[in-house]
């Protein structure tokens, strides 16, 4: 697991069942999202950070509706360009940062899954959905992909060419750890046609990474990575994760260090997001690990680490990824953050296409077993609402780092007016600054994108209801 965020559509997605969906968010005003002037934007702004879900506001499909839905969409031509996902739902150990664990890795269980996705792939490559327009993105996840055999992956990324439209310069991203991973296989996926490998490091702090559930030390995850940029077949990414309980500054510090000296191309900073009830937030409770740092903390951590890597060069092109090459695209992320059809394979793969959203069911046994009825294996199926467009816009301007307010009003008429006291508060703050049509976030501002994303969506309801006052939003 190397996202934050795993509940999202275009990847992993929250657990529903077929006929159930993820709790919509409490009701919130524009109001709500107002910050004291005057206060440190980047560590006081809000009390914690939110998480704004990419199903709010979606209407769920009666179960004994789910295949008629299914069987249109799939049938339905698109015109646009997509971006596909393959889930991998194994892992060799449970980390305990991951509230998404599935399956315990058994070596005997890759060729068999293997055997169902490229299945999988063959039987919706001629419809409508898949073949009517090239595919510019493939995100290949998990779990930990890399945890099958070289042979495996290779038929499974042979396939992806055979039976996808894949334009000629598709990004092929693996997923996957240092853990089970070698040059070899490395080279062999490059041979297929991964063009991306991006790598869960988490930190290099060897005792922190024993806390975590990680197998190896610091420095052998730091001499792979440098092995896998010498090799030179692929662009090289990893993911890194502050505010762990026990992270000093110094860890933090080193890790940044680190990622630098190796020449990745690409890297991504994520704050701990502790899952209740999950593993890691057991053993702080229990106090078998220290208290993780605040969200202020986590802020100034944050703030820290963009800064010394845009001094070293580093180019911020999205709030948590920076790159320092022309090899990496990050086409996939960036991708699913303008809401664009994703078309998932494999077991617990989220996607949407033509105004729908679902999962693939994740329970390997019940997909089998659905599949063998005649049935669609998909769970979680539910409408996009009717601001989905203007949705997109605001969660993927935010994230650039230039939010477009004429193009979120040219879909949702009032926008501007119902937000403009919002943005003129937060600019105020320090969260960011106003120019024309568009709005900036400052460095505190994409700390806190989270929250500023839920309160323009806030703003986006009262527009659409007609009250620039602020509303509740379901």
């Known amino acids: 697991m190397t996202r934050m965020l795993k509940a999202q559509v275009g990847g992993r997605s929250s657990q529903v069942g077929r006929g159930r969906h993820p709790a919509q968010s409490e009701a919130a005003r524009v109001s709500d999202y107002f910050v004291r002037v005057g206060c440190d934007p980047l560590t006081e702004a809000f009390e914690r950070r939110s998480f ?27 015109d646009e360009t997509a971006v596909a996902y393959l889930h991998v739902p194994f892992c060799q150990t449970h980390c305990l940062f991951c509230g998404f664990f599935q399956n315990v890795w058994r070596p005997e269980a890759g060729p068999a899954y293997v055997d169902d996705l490229l299945a999988e792939l063959a039987a919706k490559a001629q419809t409508p959905l898949v073949a009517s327009a090239p595919i510019d993105a493939v995100y290949i996840g998990g779990g930990t992909p890399t945890a099958l055999a070289a042979d495996d992956l290779a038929r499974l990324i042979e396939g992806l060419h055979c039976y996808l439209p894949l334009t000629g310069d598709c990004e092929i991203t693996l997923e996957g750890r240092s853990f089970g991973f070698d040059l070899a296989k490395a080279a062999k996926v490059a041979d297929a046609g991964v063009t991306r490998l991006s790598i869960g490091v988490q930190t290099f702090a060897t005792e922190v990474r024993r806390r975590l559930g990680r197998k190896l030390a610091g420095p052998e995850v730091a001499l792979f990575l440098a092995e896998l940029v010498a090799l030179g077949r692929t662009a090289v990414v990893c993911d890194l994760i502050y505010g762990l309980p026990g992270q000093t500054r110094s860890d933090w510090s080193r890790d940044i260090e680190t990622v630098d000296e190796i020449g990745l191309d690409g890297v991504t900073l994520y704050a701990l997001n502790m899952f209740p009830g999950g593993p890691m937030a057991m053993a702080v409770e229990k106090g078998k690990l220290p208290a993780p740092p605040t969200a202020g903390g986590q802020a100034r951590i944050y703030a820290d680490a963009v800064e010394r890597l845009t001094a070293l060069g580093w180019l911020q092109v999205s709030q948590s990824h920076l790159v320092r090459s022309a090899r990496e695209f990050n086409r996939y992320n960036a991708s699913i953050k303008r809401g664009v059809t994703c078309l998932p394979f494999g077991a617990g793969a989220g996607g949407q296409a033509h105004g729908v959203r679902w999962r693939n069911v994740i329970d390997l046994a019940q997909r089998r077993d659905m599949i063998e009825q005649g049935q669609q294996p998909v769970e979680g199926v539910a409408l996009v609402p009717a601001d989905h467009a203007a949705y997109a816009m605001i969660a993927a301007g935010l994230e650039a780092g230039q939010l477009d307010l004429a193009a979120v009003e040219s879909v949702r ?62």
Not at 67 to 75: G, P
Not at 449 to 455: F, Q
Request: aromatic fraction near 8%.
């Open 52 to 78: 704004s879900p990419p199903w709010r506001g979606s209407r769920p499909v009666d179960a004994d509706k789910v295949d008629a839905v299914m069987q249109r969409v799939f049938a339905t031509p698109r």
């Open 413 to 474: 008429p009032g926008f501007r007016v119902a937000v403009a006291p919002l943005l003129a508060n937060w600019a105020a703050a320090g969260l960011g600054a106003l120019s024309g049509d568009g709005f900036r976030p400052s460095c505190a501002g994409s700390f806190w994108i989270g929250n500023l994303t839920s309160g323009l969506l806030a703003g986006l309801q009262s527009a659409a209801l007609g009250d620039a006052h602020g509303c509740g939003i379901a």
